[in-house]
């Protein structure tokens, strides 16, 4: 393992800001652009190394396409001799949602903050073509100015036609959706499936599916209905009952329509509720952001109105969570897709953008039939001009 203030690459290591079974994350200073920098390094040795790069290398193409205020920014890949691939990357300092959700201090309105954040990233993402296929709270993170940062595309796959790789993609089965555990290929709606089951553990603080092994796990995924908490409102419940409908076309059909569902839901205060009505208001990339309140936990059925947050720092990699509060990991096989059409919020006056065509097969219908109902009307005019000259 490098030690403190041992150079990776070209940049200078400050200290270590956490380390797993299969890598270790650094503070690092880039001496030339001045500038504090993550430094995730993968223990690895032949192929697995390779492997690794590549996945490195993958996550950097993915970060520079979208370029997005939500999204974590990658630097640098590359390969250091005697300690292996490295991938520098945006410093986040502050905790990811994980963590949250295990201290469950924020309030509700930080809850929506952090939900909106999230589902502009995986907007921009899928209006790439681009699959994330890892959603979850762990890869999600919470600046301590209240900006949220969805990172870790190692696995996210394009949407274009490509070679498959079978096995080689890792995936978290408690957060995957069925179809992606039966092998099908990876679309926007697992995305908003993941996504949906992270909003449920960020509302009740455990997984619709449990499990205590990956067979169990995956198998309550696909045999079993969500668990839904005891003391749960009815409202609540219809919606993340639909959200995590086994059948895709069950599901909402975009992220907007499943966050406005969500609040909907939810008894606000008008002023609570106008300050997230904003936020849905503003385009996807400007980047709003919400000031992180929290709560003291309060436990019972109060505690849907009361965050389920964790303590910790967090920094802008990928590390394993404490056994007791990380799903098992289990390698899918996921292929291509098509991106989903959005569709506008429902109580917002200046919807997010829509991702519909601007020509549909109805609405070229409606044209037609208009200009035929036109024409009979400009003949039945001309008509009686002329009787009435003769």
């Known amino acids: 393992m490098p030690e403190v203030n041992k150079t990776i690459g070209r940049y200078v290591i400050d200290r270590t800001l956490g380390q797993g079974a299969m890598g270790v994350v650094y503070l690092a200073e880039d001496p030339l652009l001045k500038r504090r920098v993550a430094i995730k ?41 005697g300690v292996g691939p490295f991938i520098a990357m945006e410093y986040v300092e502050g905790n990811n949602l994980g963590t949250f959700i295990r201290e ?24 790439h073509a681009i699959v994330h296929r890892d959603v979850k ?15 870790d595309f190692g696995i996210a796959k ?53 499990g205590t092994t990956v067979s169990a796990v995956v198998s309550h995924v696909l045999m079993e209905p969500p668990v839904i908490p005891q003391g749960m409102p009815g409202d609540l419940a219809k919606v993340f009952r639909q959200a995590l409908a086994h059948d895709p076309d069950e599901r909402p059909g975009t992220l907007v329509e499943f966050m406005t569902a969500l609040v909907d839901a939810h008894a606000l205060e008008p002023a609570v509720r106008d300050r997230i009505d904003e936020l849905f208001r503003h385009d996807d990339y400007a980047g709003d952001i919400v000031p992180i309140r929290r709560v003291r936990p309060r436990p019972g059925p109060e505690a849907f109105t009361t965050m389920v947050m964790g303590a910790g720092r967090s920094t802008a990699a990928t590390l394993p969570a404490p056994a007791h509060t990380q799903a098992p990991a289990v390698k899918i096989e996921l292929e291509d897709a098509q991106p989903a059409r959005q569709r506008p919020h429902a109580h917002n006056p200046r919807p997010l953008r829509d991702e519909e065509p601007f020509l549909t097969p109805k609405k070229l219908l409606t044209w037609f039939f208009a200009v035929l109902v036109l024409g009979q009307i400009c003949w039945w005019v001309f008509r009686f001009v002329q009787n009435n000259r003769g």
């Open 158 to 210: 394009t949407m274009a036609p490509q070679p498959a790789h079978p096995g080689e993609f890792l995936g978290s089965p408690a957060y995957s959706a069925p179809e992606l555990l039966r092998g099908s290929d990876p679309t926007p709606s697992a995305d908003r499936y993941s996504f949906a089951v992270t909003a449920f553990e960020l509302f009740t603080g455990q997984l619709p599916h449990p």
């Open 104 to 127: 469950g201090t924020l309030d509700l309105e930080s809850r929506f903050g952090i939900l909106i954040q999230t589902m502009r990233a995986l907007r921009a993402a899928h209006r």
């Open 41 to 81: 390094v993968v223990r690895a040795v032949g192929e697995e190394r390779d492997h690794a790069l590549r996945r490195f290398r993958h996550e950097a193409e993915i970060s520079a396409q979208l370029n997005h205020p939500n999204v974590v920014t990658i630097f640098d890949v590359g390969e250091e001799p």
């Open 137 to 151: 709270p762990e890869n999600i993170l919470v600046a301590e100015t209240g900006r949220v940062k969805l990172m």
